[in-house]
């Protein structure tokens, strides 16, 4: 399973009547006396989405597993468009002041929340300060740090005043996690909230949610405030959404080949060839925000030494992997951020790196202390790829003199393992459209989990917290691509891989448009029913 930043992403929909993989209402025949009665009855359009887990809880607040169901049942201040530019959401603009430290957004008018009640301040306010408060344990409140205070000054106004220049406040309002909850309802369903009850002013209303099987969403029929970006800022085409859980790929595959599932994210590589030579399915490729890598507990011997990560580093053949275990779909990793990242990626990732070179990495070996070879153990889940990424992986370093024995585990036990810390060599994926994903990962404040490499460097603490604190986005960018550097310069993780977003769409699913992040039913997609 991916390492996902507060996991991430995401589920939705519903069933009334099954039939051809359709969901259909109106089945009851109309009232007796009308002339319609004797017409075909107009078929609803459900869309069905197959992912391979089920949401925790549909309170986006205290999650770090982010259902796409969350997308489409609340609004953000802040939208991301097709090319990631940032745009306005709930937010129809925003003024920064002088000194960086005092947004001011000015929020739509007009806006609803599914059970009426009007949008206003008080809940962009309410939305902040319940994810910031202690006692909430949001995953999210740390990425909202830099709030010191949110300041209504109307019911259409309010202030978000920070304690230092934050540049990256916009993308975290833009974020799943930031989507704005009524103030009446939360405070209302208590711990209900999530799982029976959800109020959003998004373009979907929750309907139901049966644990373990589906989330069902319906269009709001009053949805008039999409953003501007957006074809279709009205009510969406398609009635409902629903997103089925089906753990296993094979039956995921299945259901999207027989019509019981029309859109298929993250699509295994290992499928492509079969779904790209069936003519009711397209297979869509685009950039994808996830890196693939071999990560060590670098506070643990022989890793604290930089000659052994290194020499891991150059005894790693990426081409070879891409081919073998992705088939050709993806691209060699060379940097701790995916090239999708324009704006932060550091460019001369590749030329830093460490080139496939088994006497290099030898030599570094001998000279670290370990001519004779090494022992190791090598983690993975189980899944498909990742298994097989870990077979050749034991290969290639079994070329250099490094055997290591392979251990796989379910997803929820492998997070176990590495909170417990009993890594040594494992594999991991994050998906992240944003440079944060190193302080995450990588600040000494976030060892030992989720910094499961368990890297403890000064440096790092520096170079990344200045980063981030960077008046303007520019300098942000700068300050992050030099801590890239470093970090190939201290080989802190072995970059593998990026893979291609793959989604399989089915044929009845018209006007598809690919965002590289959150896909916008409400857009303009289509269904055909028959």
Avoid at 216 to 229: A, T
Wanted: net charge negative; hydrophobic share 35%.
């Amino acid at each position: 399973m991916m390492s996902m930043k507060r996991g991430r992403l995401l589920t939705l929909i519903v069933v009334a009547c099954l039939v051809s993989g359709l969901i259909m209402t109106g089945c009851s025949k109309p009232p007796a006396g009308n002339d319609a009665s004797n017409q075909p009855q107009a078929q609803e359009k459900v869309l069905v989405l197959g992912y391979d887990r089920d949401a925790e809880t549909l309170n986006h607040i205290k999650t770090s597993w982010y259902s796409d169901a969350l997308i489409y049942i609340y609004d953000r201040l802040v939208s991301r468009d097709y090319n990631f530019n940032y745009k306005p959401g709930l937010a129809e603009s925003w003024d920064t002041s002088e000194d960086g430290l005092t947004w001011t957004f000015h929020l739509r008018k007009g806006v609803k929340f599914h059970d009426g009640k009007p949008f206003t301040a008080e809940d962009v306010k309410f939305t902040i300060d319940t994810i910031k408060n202690p006692d909430t344990a949001s995953p999210f409140a740390g990425d909202l740090a830099a709030i010191n205070e949110v300041v209504v000054k109307d019911d259409h106004t309010v202030d978000i005043i920070l304690d230092y220049p934050f540049p990256n406040l916009l993308f975290n309002l833009s974020n799943t996690a930031a989507g704005i909850v009524n103030k009446e309802a939360y405070e209302k369903y208590g711990d209900e909230y999530g799982s029976k009850y959800v109020v959003g002013t998004g373009p979907y209303i929750f309907q139901e949610w049966v644990k373990g099987d589906k989330i069902v969403l319906v269009k709001n029929p009053e949805y008039n405030w999409g953003p501007e970006w957006m074809s279709n800022r009205g009510p969406a085409l398609i009635d409902k959404i629903v997103l089925r859980t089906i753990p296993e790929e094979n039956s995921r595959l299945m259901e999207l080949e027989t019509g019981g599932v029309h859109i298929l994210r993250n699509v295994p590589a290992a499928f492509v060839e079969k779904l790209e030579n069936n003519a009711e399915i397209e297979i869509v490729k685009g950039s994808a925000t996830k890196l693939g890598y071999l990560a060590y507990a670098c506070d643990k011997k022989p890793f604290t030494d930089v000659r052994v990560r290194r020499a891991i580093n150059h005894a790693i053949n990426r081409e070879e992997i891409i081919q073998y275990v992705f088939r050709g779909v993806g691209q060699p990793a060379y940097g701790y951020l995916p090239p999708a990242l324009q704006d932060e990626y550091y460019q001369d990732s590749e030329k830093d790196a460490y080139k496939y070179d088994p006497d290099k990495a030898k030599q570094l070996l001998a000279e670290a202390g370990f001519a004779g070879g090494l022992k190791l153990t090598l983690s993975s889940d189980n899944s498909t790829e990742n298994s097989r990424l870990a077979q050749v992986l034991q290969n290639q370093l079994k070329q250099v003199g490094i055997d290591v024995e392979i251990q796989l585990y379910d997803s929820s036990s492998y997070t176990a393992m590495l909170k417990e810390g009993k890594q040594e060599l494992f594999i991991r994926l994050y998906s992240w459209p944003n440079a944060d994903i190193l302080d995450w990962f990588l600040l000494s404040s976030q060892s030992p989990y989720p910094n499961h490499s368990r890297w403890v460097d000064n440096k790092t603490d520096e170079m990344l917290t200045k980063a981030a604190r960077m008046a303007t986005w520019e300098e942000r960018a700068e300050e992050y691509k030099k801590a890239q550097k470093y970090l190939i310069e201290q080989a802190v993780w072995c970059p593998i891989y990026v893979p291609d977003n793959l989604i399989a769409v089915r044929k009845e699913v018209k006007n598809f448009k690919y965002h590289p992040w959150m896909l916008q039913y409400n857009d303009g997609f289509d269904l055909e029913v028959k």
